[in-house]
């Protein structure tokens, strides 16, 4: 068990361009999490993905912005059309879906600075 | 709601003991949670508790609940330089969306 990875640890780009992250969960973890935390808060959540079905997503997640987990196991963030305010630290998480105490443990981030 | 909240700032002298403070908005809540964050790092889950426990202790660690209040305290004893960090409460709803307080920095001084 080697933990929730994040790829890359940090993005800088410029207003505009699309930027894509990607999340390794801990194996075997069948719910996977996505949140978004600006400087000075806590994490908020955007999406959550049972194996491979999205089950919610945020109001704060808008169109520009999609998740994906095709096989059930790793998953996806895009964001186009970068814009300032989605600068932030996009954090994943993962757990494994048992009915009592379902614990998630949360990946080293990736941080964003769009320019 | 979704609004929990915590104190911004603790500043405690190294040995003694740190106690974050928390309040929850939704008493349905099944778990609490105590995450820590430390600077340009993710999240690491320090301890959580079941919503019909009062304490639970683990280590240096101490989880107070006081469900009709809807408190929920972290006290750490014998807090070292190692601790100084930012300390997130959460809230569970829908049983898997965490709701977590705006943080509370500790900083150990010498």
């Known amino acids: 068990d080697t933990g929730v990875s994040q790829d890359p640890r940090h993005k800088i780009t410029k207003r505009g361009q699309n930027v894509t992250f990607r999340c390794d969960p801990i194996?075997?973890?069948?719910?996977l999490y996505w949140y978004r935390q600006t400087l000075g808060q806590g994490p908020e959540f955007l999406t959550y993905f049972q194996n491979e079905a999205q089950l919610e997503k945020s109001r704060l997640l808008s169109d520009r912005f999609s998740a994906e987990r095709p096989k059930g196991s790793f998953s996806t963030l895009e964001i186009q059309r970068t814009e300032q305010g989605d600068s932030a630290m996009y954090l994943c998480?993962?757990?494994?879906?048992?009915?009592?105490?379902?614990?998630?443990?949360f990946g080293p981030g990736t941080r964003l600075t769009v320019l | 709601g979704e609004d929990v909240e915590q104190s911004l700032f603790l500043s405690v002298r190294e040995g003694d003991s740190s106690v974050i403070n928390c309040t929850y908005t939704d008493s349905s809540s099944t778990y609490l949670y105590w995450y820590k964050q430390e600077p340009g790092a993710g999240l690491q889950l320090l301890t959580y508790i079941f919503s019909n426990m009062d304490m639970k202790q683990d280590q240096r660690l101490t989880v107070l609940l006081n469900k009709k209040d809807k408190h929920l305290s972290l006290r750490i004893a014998d807090t070292q330089t190692g601790d100084s960090a930012i300390y997130f409460c959460a809230e569970i709803y829908n049983d898997y969306k965490l709701s977590f307080g705006a943080g509370t920095t500790v900083t150990v001084r010498a």
């Open positions: 998480a993962s757990s494994s879906g048992q009915v009592t105490t379902d614990t998630q443990y």
């Open positions: 194996s075997e973890h069948n719910r």
